[in-house]
């Protein structure tokens, strides 16, 4: 039986949704395709989504947007025993998504030092810099974290000393 919002909001095409909630007509289809969001009603061939389906587009946003990966929003969707309070889920999410910033925002301080000391050396030519990095004279000449590269819990970034 439908609720009464149910019965008072007509069915939405998927461009309609897609306005609704502000994502792309082919993120929709994504979240259906992985199982993310329950397939969508058929008329005529056209999906049509209800109330639940946006609600759940719009959770599904919202993690989105304040960095979960799809792994974790499966996890916030599926990942719980069944009668988990929402204010829990995202709780117990937020946490751990709010470590690995911690980790990512000390190896962006570790990286500033080493941005700021970088140029200090007085070397005549780059050649030279080289041979001082592989010396050890600077320090370490590889870092294991790269920002644009940081997979969270996979990359740690230890500062060498003598930088």
């Known amino acids: 039986m439908q609720s009464a919002l149910e019965l008072a909001m007509p069915l939405l095409t998927i461009s309609e949704a897609a306005a609704r909630v502000g994502l792309r007509a082919s993120a929709i289809r994504y979240y259906e395709q992985v199982g993310i969001l329950p397939a969508a009603q058929r008329i005529s061939g056209?999906?049509?989504y209800d109330e639940a389906a946006l609600c759940r587009l719009a959770a599904l946003q919202r993690a989105r947007q304040i960095g979960f990966t799809l792994k974790e929003i499966r996890q916030l969707f599926?990942?719980?025993?069944?009668?988990?309070?929402?204010?829990?889920?995202?709780?117990?999410l937020s946490q751990r998504k709010l470590a690995e910033l911690k980790q990512m925002m000390n190896g962006i301080k570790a990286m500033?030092?080493?941005?700021r000391d970088q140029g200090k050396c007085g070397?005549?030519?780059?050649?030279?810099?080289?041979k001082a990095l592989l010396r050890g004279r600077f320090g370490k000449v590889t870092a294991t974290f790269s920002p644009e590269n940081y997979r969270p819990g996979r990359q740690k970034f230890v500062r060498s000393s003598g930088i």
């Open 112 to 115: 500033q030092l080493i941005l």
């Open 78 to 92: 599926f990942g719980f025993r069944k009668g988990t309070a929402p204010s829990e889920r995202w709780k117990k």
């Open 46 to 48: 056209q999906r049509r």
């Open 123 to 130: 070397c005549a030519s780059l050649e030279e810099c080289g």
